[in-house]
T-cell receptor, first 109, second 112 residues
């Protein structure tokens, strides 16, 4: 079946360092969404990418969708303690969503 | 306030005792979905509904049932719960399929 792999599983950074998480799908996706889940909370939508090669920015966050629409990345520049949480990608195809396993980000002040 | 609500938030039950987790949204969304979240596995889609009376299986539907009799409600039914259904469950909705999903607060279920 369709799978979306996400790496790394964990990332510990010093505040101010950059952070990147990567998602790779076994098949071409219609679109990909990114979510953030704070400890004890529920996933919160960050962004959706639809077009091949699309790049979107939200302040210190940069999202990319690969040319083949099979991979995506989220890059955070100069992390802050408020960035702590687990980041998930969710690939969409044929009415269903396939979530990556998430990258848990810890930021040391 | 636009929101997705789930009840109960926490539930401890025993194997075989039927239970229902309710999900309701007040945003007039067409697409609703149930996920389970387990450590190291991310969120896996159980069932989804594209509109009233239209439901379909997600990735892990075994042992679950759903219904969509009204647009706002999408209950998840476990007819005969087993310990491997111990998990954190999230309901989500979106205006139409493939758009932003809004998640409920989650229901933590323990099946003994």
């Amino acid at each position: 079946g369709q799978q979306v792999m996400q790496i790394p599983q964990y990332q510990h950074v010093q505040e101010g360092e950059d952070f990147t998480t990567y998602c790779n799908s076994s098949t071409t996706l219609s679109n990909i969404q990114w979510y953030k889940q704070r400890p004890g909370g529920h996933p919160v939508f960050l962004i959706q990418l639809v077009k091949s090669g699309e790049v979107k920015k939200q302040k210190r966050l940069t999202f990319q969708f690969g040319e083949a629409k099979k991979n995506s990345s989220l890059h955070i520049t100069a992390t802050q303690t408020t960035d702590v949480g687990t980041y998930f990608c969710a690939g969409y195809n044929f009415n269903k969503f396939y979530f990556g396993s998430g990258t848990k980000l810890n930021v040391k002040p | 306030e636009a929101q997705v609500t789930q009840n109960p938030r926490y539930l401890i039950t025993v194997t075989g005792k039927k239970l229902t987790v309710t999900c309701s949204q007040n945003m007039n969304h067409e697409y609703m979905s149930w996920y389970r979240q387990d450590p190291g596995l991310g969120l896996r889609q159980i069932y989804y509904s594209m509109n009233v009376e239209v439901t379909d299986k997600g990735d892990v539907p075994e042992g679950y049932k759903v219904s969509r009799k009204e647009k706002r409600n999408f209950p998840l039914i476990l007819e005969s719960p087993s310990p491997n259904q111990t998990s954190l469950y999230f309901c989500a909705s979106s205006r139409i399929i493939a758009e932003t999903q809004y998640f409920g607060p989650g229901t933590r279920l323990l099946v003994l």
